[in-house]
């Protein structure tokens, strides 16, 4: 796969995050596994409709120049009948349908250099909203790693200036597509899409039906049992 790399790009030019990019488009390593494996249902990062509207009306004033891209796509292109094309087979589907309406997130899980990466797409009613990088390695994730990671994203943003204070970042484009990056234990990179579809779907979750049909519905409350 690094040698399809090279045969790209000149070897100075390759970055981790071209890496990352093309980590995608090798075989799958691991298998799909059970559609009940707990570890996605702990991975997903939308569990309840509250964390839904958190996403979708994410807000920042930093803006970059610089188009987002996501694996060196427009975030307007990825698609569901599309994602085995740029991104070959998941490693794990998870259908939420039954806690938020229409949402369904595919998993990729890739080795790249010395890192892990935990990767979520996620949909609803089949439009992409959201997706999130979760990066982690055999021992902790240091802070020369957070800084190296921080600095490889930020090389295509130049206009973002590199913080000596913080690992967390969070930008737009000029078409409100925005880039985030929490700090924890593992670094978290987020992307958040601003497309003529997600606007679609801001309006959708304001309806009390969608609402209805959603985790509220189907959750049984702790009130009931004590």
């Given at each position: 796969?690094l040698?399809?790399?090279?045969l790209?790009y000149?070897?100075?030019q390759i970055?981790?995050?071209?890496?990352?990019?093309f980590?995608?488009?090798?075989?799958?390593?691991?298998?799909?596994?059970?559609?009940?494996?707990?570890?996605y249902h702990?991975?997903?990062?939308?569990l309840?409709f509250?964390?839904?509207?958190a996403?979708?009306?994410k807000?920042?004033?930093?803006?970059?120049?610089n188009?987002?891209?996501?694996?060196?796509?427009t975030?307007d292109?990825?698609?569901?009948?599309d994602l085995?094309?740029y991104f070959?087979k998941?490693?794990?589907?998870?259908?939420?349908?039954?806690?938020?309406?229409?949402?369904?997130?595919?998993f990729?899980?890739k080795?790249?250099?010395n890192y892990?990466?935990?990767?979520?797409?996620?949909?609803?009613e089949?439009?992409?909203?959201?997706a999130?990088?979760k990066?982690s390695?055999?021992?902790?994730v240091?802070?020369?790693?957070?800084?190296k990671?921080?600095?490889?994203?930020l090389?295509?943003?130049p206009d973002?200036?590199?913080s000596t204070a913080?690992f967390e970042?969070?930008?737009?484009?000029?078409?409100?597509?925005?880039i985030?990056?929490?700090?924890?234990?593992?670094?978290?990179?987020?992307?958040?899409p601003?497309?003529?579809?997600?606007d679609k779907l801001?309006?959708m979750?304001?309806?009390p039906?969608f609402?209805v049909t959603?985790?509220?519905a189907?959750e049984?409350?702790?009130e009931?049992f004590?």
């Amino acid at each position: 796969m690094l040698l399809n790399v090279i045969l790209i790009y000149p070897v100075a030019q390759i970055t981790l995050l071209d890496l990352i990019m093309f980590s995608l488009f090798g075989k799958p390593k691991n298998k799909t596994l059970s559609t009940n494996s707990s570890q996605y249902h702990r991975e997903n990062s939308i569990l309840i409709f509250d964390d839904l509207k958190a996403v979708l009306n994410k807000k920042t004033n930093n803006i970059t120049k610089n188009q987002i891209l996501y694996q060196g796509l427009t975030l307007d292109k990825i698609i569901i009948k599309d994602l085995e094309k740029y991104f070959e087979k998941e490693t794990f589907f998870l259908d939420h349908t039954d806690k938020i309406r229409g949402h369904k997130v595919y998993f990729y899980r890739k080795n790249v250099e010395n890192y892990k990466l935990t990767i979520q797409l996620h949909f609803i009613e089949d439009i992409f909203f959201y997706a999130s990088t979760k990066v982690s390695s055999e021992s902790q994730v240091t802070d020369k790693d957070k800084q190296k990671l921080c600095a490889t994203m930020l090389s295509h943003y130049p206009d973002i200036p590199i913080s000596t204070a913080s690992f967390e970042y969070e930008f737009m484009d000029t078409q409100g597509n925005i880039i985030s990056t929490r700090d924890h234990m593992y670094l978290f990179i987020n992307y958040y899409p601003n497309t003529t579809a997600v606007d679609k779907l801001r309006k959708m979750i304001e309806d009390p039906d969608f609402k209805v049909t959603s985790v509220q519905a189907n959750e049984e409350k702790l009130e009931n049992f004590l």
